[in-house]
């Protein structure tokens, strides 16, 4: 079964982990959000893509869920002694990604060829790719005025309350380069367990895929999404703080809501089976907490039998 998962930072990256237990590697491409990207210490740093990368390799730190494994942090120390910004934590392993990123965005590379050498190189043998190469940044509006992402999520560490979010430069961006082909070519879509508004919205609106599915193939194939909210509150991130700030009651029913026209099925965890019987659609639920690469596995297995079962 071909897939393309739609992914944002670590509950995404952990979903792709599974199904790539889980899926021969050529039957795996995982399109990843690029509005978290910025540009720091003269850096253009991509969490998310390498969030995913690093989980398929498994480099990943699995404490934090981003950054790497076996870290040092030589490099950021001395910044922070020099007097620059600390405030985003990068390893010096990690350094080595974004300086070498950076130096191929310089001479002219796209983002999609840099990581798939990257990918190469980490002996990841799925499809990875940004959901663009221009540059998109997610701008969140807060009662403190607009804020970059990265200056909303680490610097501010989600405390401004968010009244609404924009995407930089989506209405011009082109999905990367294999993105349209893959989804043609996928049997169904999943759209991972990552923060509806700011990891998988700008994905959607890149791809054409929302309000709803552009072609009639596209309508065909299932697009099934997995609730990143459990019992009310999310797994890691402000999904849930967003949800209540924007009006809305934080539930996997506002997750299924938020997606609305565009699914065919939609999974939960089993904490939340009372609210099947309020989705319109075709409902698993499931246990959707993946504590262990064991988790992720398990999960991918319950997702790709839900989308035969569609
Ligand atoms: N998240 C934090 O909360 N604090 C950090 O200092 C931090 C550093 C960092 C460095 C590299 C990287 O790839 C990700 C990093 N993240 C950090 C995570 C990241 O900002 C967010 O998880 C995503 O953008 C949201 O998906």
């Avoid at 950076?102 to 190189?121: N, P, Y």
């Avoid at 799925?126 to 997610?138: A, C, F, G, I, Y």
């Amino acid at each position: 079964m071909k897939i393309v998962a739609l992914a944002g930072g670590v509950g995404g990256a952990k979903l792709a982990h599974g199904l790539a237990q889980i899926l021969s590697p050529e039957d795996l491409t995982v399109i990843v959000n690029t509005g978290d990207d910025f540009e720091h210490l003269g850096l253009t740093i991509c969490p998310d893509l390498d969030t995913v990368c690093y989980t398929l390799a498994g480099l990943a730190n699995s404490e934090t869920g981003w950054g790497r494994v076996n870290e040092t942090w030589n490099t950021i120390s001395n910044i922070e002694k020099l007097g620059g910004p600390n405030w985003f934590r990068l390893g010096d392993q990690d350094f080595g990604t974004h300086i070498e990123r950076t130096r191929r965005l310089k001479e002219g590379q796209s983002l999609s060829q840099i990581t798939k050498d990257f990918c190469k190189a980490w002996g990841i043998k799925q499809t990875v790719l940004p959901m663009t190469d221009s540059p998109v940044r997610t701008i969140v509006d807060t009662d403190e005025g607009e804020l970059a992402f990265q200056e909303y999520f680490v610097h501010r560490h989600c405390e401004p309350r968010v009244k609404g979010f924009r995407f930089d430069g989506v209405e011009v961006a082109e999905p990367a380069s294999g993105a349209r082909e893959a989804i043609e070519s996928a049997d169904a879509i999943v759209i991972c367990p990552s923060n509806p508004w700011v990891s998988i919205d700008p994905i959607l609106r890149v791809l054409s895929l929302t309000p709803a599915p552009l072609s009639h193939e596209e309508r065909r194939k299932p697009i099934i999404a997995i609730s990143p909210i459990i019992g009310g509150k999310t797994v890691k991130g402000p999904a849930a703080k967003m949800y209540a700030e924007l009006g809305i009651e934080p539930s996997a029913l506002a997750v299924a809501e938020h997606y609305r026209d565009l699914l065919t099925g939609f999974v939960l965890d089993i904490k939340d089976e009372q609210l099947s019987d309020k989705f319109r659609g075709k409902i698993l639920a499931t246990d959707t907490l993946m504590n262990s690469s064991a988790d992720r596995a398990r999960l991918a297995v319950d997702v790709l039998h839900f989308i035969g079962s569609l």
